[in-house]
Each structure stands twice: as structure tokens, then as C-alpha cells.
């Protein structure tokens, strides 16, 4: 009986041994599945126990649950790559910020522009890299901006999305000087189209008027109330041929020529135009031979109006005047800089009408601005950064 009883004993405690290794191993199955999904690794699976264990449906919850992190995850790569490409394929520039301002995500389009080499901007604060009023700026924003590899006006489209929990915020730009462009100029085009309609009409008859009553003094003679009318119908002519003179001048701004394109080399332009300059040496710093397609004739004069501005500029306070350009990717940045006043209405100075200059037309640089952009180039100016002065920009495309 009592060999039985401890038989009986010993086969108990063998029993609870069992089973107390067996929730051991299963609560170290647990820990270590804990632990995995603490550390994101989701691939770990926990090894089920007998079908009547009392921790087999928790362990099995717990697979469930990294099954389904590990398919979440893999939808988000999938969604991150398919993102990654989508924004590879645009055109348009494209930032994504984070909360704190710092890029995790530029596709090509935005590296060229701000002269980034592959990623290694990512991870660094926008307000740093001098891009906080680009990633702030509203939905539908028009900006005026300059980035090391162009400037211009953009449009801004904002889009934010969550990641993880984590806010995120993605910035398009797309360039709509073109067609700002366009749009301007096409109102001066009407308005000067109109003003030299009506302002012909009334010249004419003016002229003719005036040219027939000193005819007809001519042959009466006068006395000193004749020659003041004399006096005054000559001052009428005068008038009305530099009226007609300014109306022709404008007049170029509504009828540019048609383009007369093939490739040049617009360095060896650059350089002879310095050279016409005869008021002061124009110093040259560049040095790439550049092939553009273009009108030639009126890139010269586009050039001129420039350098002509800047000369004048430098004059007035004895300073200099130097070109460069560079070549930048498919584009060549021409560079016209002076030692001058600088610009005191950087706004309208592409403003048909508008002029600094007391005897100036305001025609110079107008159209000079629609000549660069005919040739899918822009042209800006501005005050310069490092010195009394300023800087004017022109990029044009490479030719073939």
C-alpha cells in the first residue's frame, strides 16, 4: 500500500513537473513573440501547444497579429515604392517634410533645382537649406522664388498623409512664369495694339494739319501773331513725330518677328557684343563653348539691352561690368553683373511703359523678355547679394 501511495506520488509530481515546463516553454514562447513585435520583426510565428493548453489561443492571437503587422508593413512598402517611382516619373519638383520640417522624401525634379547630388539632403532641416517659405507656403500659393538652379514664379500644391502615426507633408511646385508670362504680355499686347490704333488715328490728321497751315503762312508771310502760330504749329509737328516714333518703338513689343532659328555659338556672341561696348572694357569670365538654337540677331539685341543697362548702371558710380556663363545640365546660365546703384523697382521692371531712366522708352527690357522666353529661356534681375549692384540672369536650352 504504501509502495502504491508513493507511486501515486511520484507519477503527481511528474505530472505537475510536466506541466509546469510545459506553460513555462509556452510563456517563453510568448515573451520572445512580445519581444519580436517590440523590435518590428513580424516574421517571428510562435509554435501553437496541444489543442487544451490554456495559453494555446493567446499565442495564436499573437501570430494573427504579426501576420497582420507583416502585411500591413508590406502593403506600406509596396504603397512607399510605388510613391517612390510616381514621384521619380513627375516632372514637377517635390518636397515631403516631416513635423519638424526635415525632408524625408525629393524626387529628381527637385534635386536639380536645388543642385542636390542623389539623397543627401534627406534628413536635414528645410529652414537650414533656406526652403521654409517653400514647404509653409498655402495650397495654391503663387511664389516668387529663387532656387540655385532657376527662378521663377511657382504654384504650390500641399498634401498632407500620416505614416506610422507620424505627420507628413508633401510640397509640389510647378513653374507657371510661362504662362504668367503669357498672360501679361498678352494684355500689353492689347492695350499698346489699341493705344496705337487710337493715337495714330489722331496723329495723322494732326500732322497733316499742321504741315498745311505753315504752307499757307508760307505764302501769306506774317506779322507777330503769325509767327507765334508758326511757332506753335511746328511744335505740333515735332510732338506728333516723336509721338509716332514712340508708338513705333512699342509697337515691337505687339509684333515680334518670327524666329529665324539655327545653332550658333553663343559664346563667341557674348563675347563680341562685350567688345562693341566702347564707354568701358566689359570683363569676360567664361570660358565653356556653348551651342545654342536660336535667332541670333535678336538674342544680340536682347544681350545688348542688357548689357547697355548695366553699363550705364556701372557708369554712374564708376564701377564695373563682367559676363560669365556656365554650362548646367541641358541649360546655359548667362550672368551680367555691374558695380552700379542697383534696382530700385525690381517689380516692374519688365513692365511695358516703365523706366528708370529719365529719358528711357521702357521698351529695353521688355522686350528683351520676350525675346528670351520665344527661345523657351527666362531672364531675371535682381540686387546682388554679395556688393553694391546688380546681377541679370539668363537661361537658355542647349542646342543640339
Request: net charge neutral.
Amino acid at each position: 500500500m504504501a509502495m502504491l501511495f508513493a507511486l501515486g506520488m511520484g507519477l503527481g509530481a511528474a505530472a505537475i513537473a510536466c506541466f509546469a515546463w510545459r506553460m513555462l516553454a509556452a510563456w517563453r514562447t510568448l515573451g520572445s513573440l512580445l519581444a519580436a513585435l517590440r523590435e518590428g520583426d513580424y516574421g517571428v510565428r510562435g509554435s501553437l501547444p496541444s489543442r487544451h493548453h490554456p495559453l494555446r489561443g493567446m499565442i495564436a492571437d499573437i501570430n494573427a497579429v504579426s501576420d497582420t503587422l507583416r502585411e500591413g508593413r508590406r502593403k506600406r512598402t509596396e504603397s512607399l515604392r510605388f510613391l517612390g517611382k510616381t514621384l521619380t516619373a513627375l516632372q514637377d519638383p517635390i518636397f515631403v517634410v516631416d513635423r519638424e520640417q526635415r525632408l524625408v522624401m525629393i524626387n529628381p525634379a527637385a534635386r536639380e533645382l536645388i543642385g542636390a547630388a542623389h539623397d543627401s539632403v534627406i534628413g536635414r532641416d528645410a529652414d537650414a537649406m533656406g526652403l521654409m517659405p517653400v514647404v509653409v507656403a498655402s495650397d495654391n500659393a503663387i511664389l516668387s522664388w529663387e532656387f540655385p538652379a532657376r527662378t521663377g514664379r511657382w504654384i504650390v500644391r500641399r498634401a498632407v498623409w500620416y505614416s506610422e502615426g507620424y505627420e507628413n507633408t508633401m510640397v509640389m511646385l510647378h513653374d507657371v512664369s510661362a504662362a504668367l508670362g503669357d498672360e501679361e504680355r498678352n494684355a500689353w499686347q492689347r492695350l499698346i495694339r489699341v493705344l496705337s490704333h487710337e493715337l495714330n488715328n489722331s496723329l495723322a490728321p494732326i500732322g497733316s494739319l499742321a504741315g498745311s497751315l505753315s504752307a499757307l503762312l508760307d505764302q501769306h508771310g506774317g506779322d507777330a501773331v503769325e509767327d507765334d502760330l508758326r511757332e506753335g504749329l511746328e511744335v505740333i509737328e515735332r510732338r506728333s513725330d516723336s509721338l509716332a516714333r514712340f508708338l513705333a518703338g512699342y509697337g515691337r513689343l505687339a509684333r515680334l518677328p518670327p524666329l529665324r532659328a539655327q545653332a550658333f555659338r553663343l559664346d563667341l556672341s557674348l563675347r563680341r557684343l562685350a567688345r562693341l561696348e566702347d564707354r568701358m572694357q566689359i570683363g569676360v569670365e567664361g570660358s565653356a563653348e556653348v551651342v545654342v538654337n536660336g535667332d541670333e540677331a535678336q538674342l544680340d539685341q536682347a544681350f545688348i539691352n542688357l548689357l547697355r543697362n548695366a553699363v550705364e548702371s556701372a557708369l554712374a558710380s564708376g564701377g564695373g561690368v563682367r559676363v560669365n556663363w556656365m554650362v548646367a545640365g541641358a541649360q546655359v546660365r548667362v550672368t551680367i553683373e555691374d558695380e552700379g546703384g542697383g534696382l530700385p523697382e525690381r517689380s516692374s521692371l519688365f513692365v511695358p511703359f516703365f523706366t528708370t531712366k529719365p529719358t528711357g522708352s521702357g521698351i529695353g527690357l521688355s522686350l528683351t523678355r520676350l525675346i528670351v522666353e520665344a527661345h523657351a529661356g527666362s531672364v531675371d534681375l535682381r540686387n546682388r547679394s554679395d556688393g553694391p549692384g546688380a546681377v541679370a540672369v539668363v537661361v537658355l536650352p542647349l542646342g543640339t
